[in-house]
Structure formats: C-alpha cells, structure tokens
C-alpha cells in the first residue's frame, strides 16, 4: 500500500511562549517530510496579521507553507495585496475559503469561496495550488446535500487544485461523500481532515459550533474517562488510528491533521500507521 500524502494545520499563536510552542511542534512533524504546513485565519480575518506572520516564518525556515486565506470583512484590494505577497515570498500554496465574520461587525455579504479561488486564478494564474474545505457530513448552513456537492464542484470548477474535509469519525460518511462527488464529476483528491482527540470538553464544543458529528458511542466511551486524561488520549489514538486505516484501505488520498498545535497526538497515530 502506498505510503498517503500528509499535511498538518496549525493556527496562529497568541504570545510568545504559544509561538515557541508551535515551532517545536513544526520541528517535530517536519521529520515525516509532510508535503505542506497549513496555518488557519481567524473570522474576518481576525488573525491576518498573525497568520501572516507565522505563514512567513514557516516558509523563511525551508518547509511549504499554505496559509489560509477569506474574504471576511477585507477589501478585494486588501485580500489581492495580501496573496501578493505571498507570491513575492516564493509560497506556492493557499487554502481559499468562504470565511466567517466576526461577531460584532454586523452584516456582510459573504463570499462564495469558489469566487475567491477565481479571483486567485485571474490574478495569479497557476501560481498557487489552491486548496479548499469540503464537508462530508454536509456544512451545517448547506442548503441540502446535493447543493453542497454542487458548490464544492463549483470550487474546482473555479481552479481548485484538492479539497480538505471537515474532521470526522465516520468512515461510510466520506466514502459516501466521495461517491456522490464522483456522481457529480468530480474527480479531484479529496483530502479526509483528521482530529485527534485529546480533550472531550474541548471537543464537543468545537465540533457542536462547526456541524461536525461525534457518534453518540464515541461521546459516551469519551465521557466515561472523566478526569482521566491519560486513558482518553490513548483511546482517542486507537479510534482515530483506526478510522485512518480504514479511510486508507478505502482509497483515501491522504491525510490533514488538525494538530491544535501539538506534535505528539498526530506522531502517535500516524507511527501506528506505519508511517514515521
């Protein structure tokens, strides 16, 4: 079985010592020659400057770097400004997303990311390898199932090189997505997002805010440990190892880890995969 193509996601520190952090986590997922760092952009833009700069160190450092990037509450002029320089820095990578606003800014008109993905193409040609989200479980403000395999078509259509899903832990809801695309004629990777699971608080609440499902026996087996972190982290690895060899039995392209910033969960999963 081929070894798959991975890449990690990191979001952008708040303070030095998170920042220290980051970078020996980097260091530690570099020595399994990822294909690209992913670093994430907060709603509206929130963490531009952030991003940014960690986006830059990455890439001053030798590794691929791919920040992501929305429209958000930002100009076209200041979105076009910024993909600039990255392009002037040497970075060959984006990943082009709807974005959110923040709250508190009131209304906007949000930009359908298939739009931001043409603008990318029109300005900078094949510069890029455009990445963009997909949600196997369907993106809670979707307005059916159908309409968003359409819109994801609609990315690619728009220039999208790959798509990265949502984190999930049900393997028949991606290899069903994957049908449906396929359905729909498309025919680009689709890369599963993985999470590992190392907080059950922390992870039903994100997953609660972005639509992505957690099994109710996987709520209830992570619910069981308690105060026992211990125990928890090391059966998140054996669920989140196994749902890997499956996705990659399956055919999967690859795999994105959401890494929240650690080395360590990831490195145990991706050793159990035999791949180190």
């Not at 998170?18 to 992913?38: C, H, N, T």
């Not at 990445?131 to 199932?145: F, G, L, T």
């Not at 028949?172 to 999470?195: H, L, N, R, S, T």
Request: aromatic residues 12%; hydrophobic residues 40%; contains cysteine.
């Amino acid at each position: 079985m081929p070894t798959p193509k991975i890449s990690f996601e990191f979001f952008p520190p708040k303070t030095p010592e998170g920042r220290v952090k980051l970078l020996a986590a980097r260091d530690q997922l570099a020595a399994l020659k990822p294909e690209y760092f992913s670093v994430t952009y907060g709603a509206g833009g929130s963490t531009r400057d952030n991003t940014r700069d960690i986006v830059m160190q990455i890439h001053r450092d030798g590794y691929a770097v791919a920040p992501h990037l929305s429209f958000g509450g930002d100009s076209e002029q200041a979105v076009l400004e910024l993909i600039q320089s990255y392009k002037d820095a040497g970075i060959r990578h984006i990943v082009a997303l709807r974005g959110d606003m923040p709250s508190g800014m009131g209304i906007h008109k949000l930009v359908n990311a298939n739009e931001l993905v043409a603008l990318v193409r029109a300005h900078f040609g094949d510069h890029f390898q455009i990445k963009v989200a997909a949600y196997p479980e369907i993106h809670p403000d979707a307005e059916s199932y159908q309409k968003d395999v359409y819109w994801l078509g609609e990315k690619f259509r728009a220039g999208a090189d790959c798509a990265i899903t949502q984190y999930f832990y049900n393997a028949d809801a991606y290899f069903y997505f994957m049908e449906q695309c396929a359905q729909a004629g498309i025919d680009k990777p689709v890369i599963p997002g993985i999470m590992p699971i190392t907080n059950f608080q922390n992870l039903v609440r994100f997953s609660d805010a972005c639509g992505a499902d957690i099994p109710r026996w996987l709520r209830q087996k992570m619910n069981g440990f308690g105060a026992d972190s211990d125990g928890l982290k090391a059966f998140g690895e054996e669920v989140v190892s196994r749902l890997c060899e499956k996705l990659r039995a399956g055919g999967a392209p690859g795999f994105h880890f959401y890494t929240m910033n650690q080395a360590e969960p990831t490195l145990g999963i991706l050793t159990n995969l035999g791949i180190q």
